[in-house]
């Protein structure tokens, strides 16, 4: 016991570091089951259990393997042509969000992300069409740095190709694995120190891969519509719990 309790973050319990394996295999189930919802759940957890300072580059490691491990599946169902002015875009926006986003109090970045999961639960995101791609891998690269789980807006994009369900989910998880990687590759370059998470984050990998598996099996034969009230209920909670914890942290500061 006293072995485990050395190998986990400073100052976290046992029981929130098995939550959080836990909530890494329900929410990559989520995302590969029904295309979207896992990422902003999973930041919302992470919210309450981790230090803000350490919140969006533990997420991004994970989100990384957890869309890698979906394209690792689905990769002969990937749409390649919008993959490249994507990844441009991406290299662009989550560079300037990390000159930036280094610079935040602790309770900036749990307000902003509070409010923006209760927009990702009450607005309906527009399509955006495929000549406009780069630019919206800008903003959503953009957007990352600080709120973690853009995916929902990235998915609004894919959305706009009329894609079948396997290859929608395979493309967008391509898009969202390359943002990832970009977003941790910046936030190593401007100075977070990953190292006393990694015990944390190989668990919620191995976690959140047989998540994705057991989602895949279960994508094509079951749909989404009676879930949707229940995940924005528990988005909902969890964006009032954030709020709550900024607004105090700014009255404190």
């Known amino acids: 016991m ?9 100052a976290m319990p046992l029981l929130d570091a098995g939550l959080l394996v836990l909530a890494s295999f329900a929410t990559s189930f989520i995302t590969a089951a029904f295309g979207i919802g896992g990422g902003v759940i999973l930041i919302a957890l992470l919210a309450l259990l981790l230090p803000p300072a350490a919140l969006i580059p ?3 490691v994970v989100q990384l393997g957890s869309n890698g491990g979906r394209v690792a599946i689905m990769a002969k ?4 042509r919008p993959i490249l002015p994507f990844v441009f875009g991406a290299i662009i926006g989550a560079s300037i969000g990390g000159l930036v986003v280094v610079q935040l109090p602790p309770w900036v970045v749990q307000l902003a992300l509070g409010l923006f999961i209760i927009w990702v639960v009450f607005a309906k995101i527009p399509p955006i069409r495929q000549s406009f791609i780069l630019i919206g891998g800008v ?3 953009f957007l990352t740095m600080f709120f973690g789980a853009t995916g929902n807006f990235i998915a609004a994009m894919v959305k706009s190709m009329n894609l079948e369900p396997v290859p929608h989910v395979a493309t967008h998880s391509l898009m969202m694995t390359f943002q990832h990687f970009i977003k941790v590759l910046i936030f190593g370059i401007v100075g977070f120190q990953f190292m006393p998470y990694v015990p944390l984050i190989i668990g919620m990998l191995i976690s959140g891969f047989i998540g994705t598996v057991v989602g895949r099996n279960f994508l094509v034969r079951a749909g989404g519509h009676y ?8 988005l909902f909670l969890a964006a009032l719990r954030l709020i709550w914890a900024g607004i105090n942290g700014f009255l404190a500061s």
């Open 139 to 141: 903003i959503s690269s």
């Open 2 to 10: 006293n072995d485990l309790m050395m190998m986990l973050p400073p």
């Open 58 to 60: 533990v997420h991004g």
């Open 77 to 80: 169902d990937v749409v390649w």
């Open 227 to 234: 879930f949707k009230p229940i995940l924005n209920t528990i």
